[in-house]
């Protein structure tokens, strides 16, 4: 036969073997309510009375064949008896398997004992004896298998003092002396002793290991359940910290929508007050213009019309052309500076240029538009830095920043110093500007990027150029940008913006 069919064979017999065992087991020795320790010994126990159920019959259809050719009915009874009571141990699901176990032991003993007695050393009534101490000691341990031995001991002993004083007398063993008897069962009681001892001790071992294998297992169930548990606590958490964060999504949407309408509603009324004065004196110069106009047409009509009344409206008129003309003017400055805000930069490419050069570039016109008021520039930027990003928005950015310091920072008999240091990191570009001016106080410190915010209402100052500046950096370059100062220590300006027009500055990049 080749050696894989062999194999295969041998395989479907493990298999069906183990099927058969895993029945009986189901069938007989349940499961339920019993674990560990308990388990093991009572599947111990049925397997060993299994084995001798089946095995046993062997023995039990030759003792009686043995006993009725010799007419010991009783002693068939008694076999009978006990073999089907091993039986019903063996495959009963309604006795307790403690009752089970001493009816179990019972039974060896007293077959042992019976066959001893009846049919003599030649008998299999050492093997009953034998089981007896050997199942003692693995079902019920240690102990157990002490007492039996000593049960098998005595009796042993009772059965010599019979043999010795001629009590008894064994037909298949007439030549039986009380010296042989003594000295079969010293050496049987030693085999016993032997092998209880070494039983025991294996099974106290496989005992502590299977101890600590189930409370290794118990630990391990509970720190799964500990776990479940806690896992199911963060999933409660987690929940409601979505949750959580919904309703901070919704609040922060909501409060985002607030402060754009708040924005929205102050920047309109900031352009209201900033082109309605002008605006109102327009209005009221042309009206006056009108007026005059009217009188004069009125006196030339009636012919009232003298040299003096002339000179008087040409007067007149000039003036509150002046008058409209200027205001006019400022309407469409304003105008101008508010369309900056929008910050529509759509048309604007990016493209690659030297800042240094450029800022240096703007510099010289911006010194022309405040030739009234001196002062003195420091660029700390090496030549190579170079950005791919706006130079308008640049222009826009420097020009606040320089306009700012020469309109509120310097005083009129100051010759002010500013500085620029701008370096590199990360792709990052570092940009500080600062003035030596009177500083601000913190509420303007707080309030230096809100449109319309100015400390010089009224003097021709919209508020604007900080906010358009703040608007450039976190809007249109995904920068980033801060305010420092106090009264007296001048202003600093920190500006974090990308090398590359299309990044964007993170907090983790500038920390």
């Known amino acids: 036969m080749p050696e894989n069919s062999v194999e295969t064979l041998q395989d479907r017999i493990l298999t069906a073997t183990s099927n058969i065992i895993t029945y009986l087991f189901d069938r007989f020795c349940p499961t339920s309510r019993k674990e560990g320790i308990a388990l093991w010994r009572e599947r111990i126990f049925f397997t060993i009375f299994l084995s001798t159920t089946v095995f046993g019959t062997v023995s039990y259809l030759s003792s009686m064949r043995i006993v009725l050719a010799a007419g010991m009915n009783w002693i068939a009874v008694f076999f009978t008896f006990f073999y089907f009571l091993l039986m019903a141990i063996t495959f009963s699901r309604s006795i307790p398997y403690p009752v089970k176990v001493k009816l179990g032991l019972l039974s060896y003993y007293s077959i042992g004992m019976i066959v001893m007695i009846s049919i003599g050393p030649v008998s299999c009534g ?291 110093n500013i500085v620029f240091d701008i370096i590199t990191e990360n792709k990052i570009l570092k940009f500080r500007y600062a003035d030596d001016g009177k500083g601000m106080s913190e509420l303007a410190v707080k309030r230096i990027f809100d449109p319309f915010y100015t400390t010089k209402r009224g003097k021709g100052r919209p508020g604007l150029g900080m906010n358009i500046v703040y608007n450039l950096v976190t809007q249109l370059m995904k920068g980033e940008i801060e305010c420092k100062s106090m009264p007296g220590n001048g202003l600093e300006i920190f500006i974090q913006v990308p090398l590359e027009a299309d990044e964007t500055v993170s907090r983790k990049q500038t920390a």
């Open 126 to 416: 050492h093997v009953w004896l034998f089981s007896f101490a050997v199942v003692s000691c693995l079902i019920n341990g240690f102990k157990s298998g002490i007492i039996a031995i000593m049960i098998n001991y005595i009796s042993l002993y009772f059965i010599g003092t019979l043999l010795h004083h001629s009590m008894i007398v064994w037909d298949f063993s007439p030549l039986f002396t009380y010296h042989h008897w003594t000295a079969s069962n010293l050496n049987f009681l030693f085999l016993v002793i032997v092998v209880v001892i070494s039983l025991s001790t294996i099974l106290d071992n496989f005992t502590r290991l299977l101890t600590k294998e189930i409370e290794t297992s118990k630990q391990l169930l509970r720190l799964n359940k500990e776990f479940e548990i806690e896992n199911a606590e963060r999933r409660k958490t987690e929940i409601a910290l979505k949750n959580s964060l919904d309703v901070l999504s919704r609040a922060k949407a909501h409060l985002v929508q607030s402060e754009k309408m708040a924005a929205l509603g102050e920047l309109v009324s900031g352009v209201t007050h900033e082109l309605n004065t002008p605006i109102g004196v327009g209005v009221t110069a042309s009206s006056f213009l009108e007026q005059k106009t009217r009188e004069f047409g009125h006196l030339k009509a009636t012919g009232n019309l003298s040299e003096k009344e002339i000179e008087r409206y040409v007067k007149t008129a000039v003036d509150a052309s002046s008058l409209i003309y200027q205001n006019m003017n400022h309407v469409a400055g304003l105008i101008k500076t508010f369309d900056q805000l929008a910050i529509d930069h759509a048309n604007e490419e990016p493209r690659v240029f030297f800042l240094k050069d450029y800022i240096e570039e703007l510099l010289v016109s911006l010194r022309i538009q405040t030739k009234k008021r001196q002062f003195n520039v420091e660029i700390n930027c090496s030549e190579g830095i170079k950005l791919h990003s706006y130079p308008g928005a640049f222009s826009q950015i420097i020009s606040h920043l320089v306009l700012n310091s020469v309109t509120h920072g310097f005083a009129h008999d100051h010759t002010g």
